[in-house]
Nanobody
């Protein structure tokens, strides 16, 4: 059974930073491309970042390029999202998922809330 547990969210002022973590189990993490998505109130879930299984390649939504960094530790089955220069429009629930499961809209975790506000 796939389990994804996101953590690290919270309330932060504009311009601040947060580091999200996602611990994965029940999948072969080391061969899974991993993603971070977010969903703001009243909006659809959107892809924020992707990292390939080896960690060699990454891709980002234009809205977060240069501010967010996705990384992974295959020894710990964990994927991270470092978020810098946060803006109010980054406020959302953030979810991680394997890219394949995300495309099937399956196996979402509970997410972690990020609120950017002064």
């Amino acid at each position: 059974q796939v389990q994804l547990v996101e953590s690290g969210g919270g309330l932060v002022q504009p311009g601040g930073s947060l580091r999200l973590s996602c611990a994965a189990s029940g999948l072969t993490f080391s061969i899974s491309d991993m993603t971070w998505y977010r969903q703001a109130p009243g909006k659809e879930r959107e892809l924020v970042a992707l990292i390939t299984s080896s960690g060699r390649f990454t891709n980002y939504a234009n809205s977060v390029k240069g501010r967010f960094t996705i990384s992974r530790d295959n020894a710990k089955n964990t994927v991270y999202l470092q978020m810098n220069s946060l803006k109010p429009e980054d406020t959302a629930v953030y979810y991680c998922n394997a890219a394949g499961w995300a495309s099937l809209n399956k196996n979402w975790g509970q997410g972690t809330q990020v609120t950017v506000s002064s």
